[in-house]
T-cell receptor
Framework: GAGVSQSPRYKVTKRGQDVALRCDPI?????LYWYRQALGQGPEFLTY????????KSGLPNDRFSAERPEGSISTLTIQRTEQRDSAMYRC???????????FGPGTRLTVT | QKEVEQNSGPLSVPEGAIASLNCTYS??????FFWYRQYSGKSPELIMS????GDKEDGRFTAQLNKASQYVSLLIRDSQPSDSATYLC??????????FGAGTRLTVKP
């Protein structure tokens, strides 16, 4: 079946603009995770959802970052008033109900100029 | 602070040797442990999961878990150049709260 998809794959935006990153998980997967990954580092946890409920947002760097998953499927990570330090690869992963194994999407490369 | 620690490497082994990758974690209540492989420029790919103390083998890969020592490892037997990648340790610290280590970069030399 289809894997996790993310869009856009690449996003270049000017400092101060808002961006919305989309994640479409594997159908039926209960849990959805957002990570940020810098070059040479492991994925840095941002937030995750079980169904539509945001379980933990302690990894979000500041209040410019927010995420939602209103119908328990597709999720959007929004960054308001982007800054250059927000430039990174943003990864989404989903996990089925009966195991904790995560499956990653291809990522969105965000560049803030 | 929930932490997962890995040696960043790089770890270099000759082709055919055993590569040993190690990981420690801080949350004693963690129950699920995973190893991901990430090729340069690609997304992490799940290769092993382990939930109980002891060893779990899958082909050339063996995961080892010691909850008392809060330690999990991955052994790769008969290493191949195609195994060259970054290996990420991930720990589920309860209620699907997954945390990753920084990864160990492995190079297998022909």
């Amino acid at each position: 079946g289809a894997g996790v998809s993310q869009s856009p794959r690449y996003k270049v935006t000017k400092r101060g603009q808002d961006v919305a990153l989309r994640c479409d998980p594997i159908s039926g997967h209960v849990s959805l995770y957002w990570y940020r990954q810098a070059l040479g580092q492991g994925p840095e946890f941002l937030t995750y959802f079980n169904y539509e409920a945001q379980q933990d947002k302690s990894g979000l760097p500041n209040d410019r970052f927010s995420a939602e998953r209103p119908e328990g499927s597709i999720s959007t990570l929004t960054i308001q008033r982007t800054e250059q330090r927000d430039s990174a690869m943003y990864r989404c992963a989903s996990s089925p109900d009966t195991s904790y194994e995560q499956y990653f999407g291809p990522g969105t490369r965000l560049t803030v100029t | 602070q929930k932490e997962v620690e890995q040696n960043s490497g790089p770890l270099s082994v000759p082709e055919g040797a055993i590569a040993s990758l190690n990981c420690t974690y801080s949350d004693r209540g963690s129950q699920s442990f995973f190893w991901y492989r990430q090729y340069s420029g690609k997304s992490p790919e799940l290769i092993m999961s382990i939930y109980s103390n002891g060893d779990k083998e899958d082909g050339r890969f063996t995961a080892q878990l010691n909850k008392a020592s809060q330690y999990v490892s991955l052994l790769i037997r008969d290493s191949q150049p195609s195994d060259s990648a970054t290996y990420l340790c991930a720990v589920n610290m309860g209620d699907n709260d997954m945390r990753f280590g920084a990864g160990t970069r492995l190079t297998v030399k022909p």
